[in-house]
Every structure is written in C-alpha cells, then in structure tokens.
C-alpha cells in the first residue's frame, strides 16, 4: 500500500525505562500529532494503515511510545520496521536515554517498579539489562536524547528543537553536532567525542571573553591562525572521507561532540565551522550547543 507523500509523518519513542519516554510522547501530542503509548510492537503496522486510511488529515502525524513492557520487544523489533517499510514509511526513531546513577534515583523518588526487576534481579541489575537489551535500538536510532541533566521544561524545549531538525531535512544519514564543556560532562550520546582544549582560549582575553564562538572575532582568534587554522582544516578533510563511508555502511546518524573547558568559546566556534562546511557539502547535519549559557 502507498501513501501519500505528505502523510507520512511518523515517529516510534522508545528508550530506557525512567529517562523520559512518557513526556516526550507528551510533547508529539501537544505538537498535534495522534500519541499511543505502550503499543505493542506487531501492533504498529495496522495502527498505521489504518490512522492514514482515516484520521491523516487532522493530524501532522502518529507518534508511537514502545517499550519492554511488552514481551519480546526487540525481537520484533525487525520484522515491524519491515512490515511498516511496505506502505512506503520511513519511522523516525527517538531514544531517550539517562545514565544509571540518575535512573537509579528517579526509582528512588516515583517508587515505582521497573519492568524487569524480580526476585532475582534487582533495580541496578534490572537497568543493566534493560540498556544491553535496547542497544541495538539504540543504535538504529534517528535521534538519542539523554535526559540526565534535563528539566521537564528542558526535555520539552530540546525534542521540539531537534525535531524542527529533523523533520526540515531529507532522509539519509543524519549527523548531529554537540559542542560542549568538559568542566559539565560530555556527552553520553556521543559517538564520537573531540578535545579541543589544545586550542587557543579566548576566555583569557578580558575583551573577549564575554562573547560566544558564534562571534566573528571568536572564530578569529581560534581560527584564524594555526593551530586552529591548520587543525580545522585536516579535520574538514578527515570528515569529507569519513562521512561518506558511514552512510555507506548504512548508519541512520552519527552524533559527533567538540569539547572545551566551558562550552562557550572553542568548542562552539569549531562546532558552527563544521556545520557550515557539512551543511555546503550537502550534509542532513543539525546543532546543539548544549552549555553554551553556562560556559
């Protein structure tokens, strides 16, 4: 069955028990799109056919909430993306994601049980298990969200971001782009995390300090002159050759983090000149200065 090209708006939330599934579901749902939660896997392919054959119109599009409260849930996991694939619908896949610690203390508040625990199998054991058997979910993923420094409000205000990303770009291999400071942590859902405190730092220029590296004179002074220069040029070209062997490998995206001390200056000026270079390249690239305010 074919739908139409303008209907096919749908997107699968899944990730770790606690790290926020529910509220991003929340979120589709007040951005107008039809929500079902805790939907068993076999059952999305009729939920598709028929949410298009009848209510497509009134709505921009279906999000689906999946997770291990249903048995054997990653073991159809392939087979429901292939059964979706015939009405010519490419899911969006969103996974939330927290660490342990801060998981371990959600339980601790709610109080509520976890899927897998038992009498043999605790709550730590229990998130251990849940993210080894996630994992190839995980990774398939269109879009990895840790939420284990987000508010409510933050974890709103972030998916309605990154899915204007998302959905204002066409498919392929999505490359995601973090700039960050390591004095805040680096991010957990990285692929791949760079170290650019070798860099010259502006912060200990008075003059400059109070700017961003979304600032010209910033970009100047990391960039403009080697290190910077020659180590932003080897890189763009490491990126040319590298990007394309990924999609080739068949990754739905690759989330790639540059670090500096505050995650205002460096960081951010070598994130913004990787994106104007990817984005001239044809690239389906978006961007997240995760501690921008904060550097």
Same mark, same amino acid.
């Given at each position: 069955?074919?739908?139409?090209?303008?209907?096919?708006?749908?997107?699968?939330?899944?990730?770790?028990?606690?790290?926020?599934?529910?509220?991003?579901l929340?979120?589709?749902?007040?951005?107008?799109?039809f929500?079902?939660?805790g939907?068993?896997?076999?059952?999305?392919?009729?939920?598709?056919?028929?949410?298009?054959?009848s209510?497509?119109?009134?709505?921009?599009?279906?999000?689906?909430?999946?997770?291990?409260?249903?048995?054997?849930? @990653?073991? #159809?996991? !392939?087979?429901?993306? +292939?059964?979706?694939?015939k009405?010519?619908? &490419?899911p969006?896949? /969103?996974?939330?994601?927290?660490?342990?610690?801060?998981?371990?203390?959600?339980?601790?508040?709610?109080?509520?049980p976890?899927?897998?625990?038992?009498?043999?199998?605790?709550?730590?054991?229990?998130?251990?298990?849940?993210r080894?058997i996630?994992?190839?979910?995980?990774?398939?993923?269109?879009?990895?969200?840790?939420?284990s420094?987000?508010?409510?409000?933050?974890?709103?205000? @972030?998916? #309605?971001? !990154?899915?204007?990303? +998302?959905?204002?770009?066409?498919?392929?291999? &999505?490359?995601?782009? /973090?700039?960050?400071?390591?004095?805040?942590?680096?991010?957990?859902?990285?692929?791949?995390?760079?170290?650019?405190?070798?860099?010259?730092?502006?912060?200990?220029?008075?003059?400059?300090?109070?700017m961003?590296?979304?600032?010209?004179?910033?970009?100047?002074?990391?960039?403009?002159?080697?290190?910077?220069?020659?180590?932003?040029?080897?890189?763009?070209?490491?990126?040319?050759?590298?990007?394309p062997?990924y999609?080739?490998?068949?990754?739905?995206?690759?989330?790639?983090a540059?670090?500096?001390t505050?995650?205002?200056?460096?960081?951010?000026?070598?994130?913004?000149?990787?994106?104007?270079?990817?984005?001239?390249?044809?690239?389906?690239?978006?961007?997240?200065?995760?501690?921008?305010?904060l550097?």
């Amino acid at each position: 069955m074919q739908l139409e090209s303008e209907q096919k708006n749908v997107v699968i939330v899944s990730g770790m028990s606690g790290s926020g599934k529910s509220t991003a579901l929340k979120v589709f749902e007040d951005m107008g799109f039809f929500c079902v939660d805790g939907l068993p896997a076999r059952m999305a392919p009729a939920l598709i056919e028929l949410f298009f054959n009848s209510s497509a119109k009134e709505y921009p599009g279906l999000a689906m909430g999946m997770d291990l409260r249903q048995p054997d849930f @990653v073991g #159809q996991w !392939k087979e429901v993306l +292939l059964d979706i694939q015939k009405f010519s619908v &490419r899911p969006t896949v /969103i996974f939330t994601d927290s660490s342990n610690q801060i998981l371990l203390r959600r339980y601790a508040t709610t109080r509520r049980p976890h899927p897998l625990t038992s009498g043999n199998l605790g709550l730590e054991g229990a998130l251990e298990r849940e993210r080894e058997i996630l994992e190839p979910i995980r990774t398939q993923a269109d879009l990895v969200i840790d939420t284990s420094h987000y508010s409510v409000h933050d974890l709103r205000r @972030v998916i #309605q971001d !990154k899915w204007e990303s +998302l959905s204002s770009r066409s498919q392929g291999m &999505r490359v995601h782009l /973090i700039s960050f400071g390591f004095k805040y942590g680096a991010p957990t859902e990285a692929d791949d995390v760079t170290d650019l405190r070798f860099l010259p730092n502006p912060y200990f220029d008075e003059a400059l300090r109070p700017m961003s590296g979304k600032d010209e004179a910033i970009a100047r002074y990391v960039l403009g002159s080697n290190p910077g220069r020659e180590y932003l040029r080897r890189l763009l070209e490491f990126l040319d050759f590298a990007l394309p062997l990924y999609a080739t490998e068949g990754r739905y995206r690759l989330t790639m983090a540059f670090g500096c001390t505050g995650g205002r200056h460096r960081s951010v000026a070598v994130t913004e000149a990787v994106l104007a270079h990817l984005r001239g390249q044809g690239f389906n690239v978006s961007v997240e200065h995760r501690h921008f305010s904060l550097g």
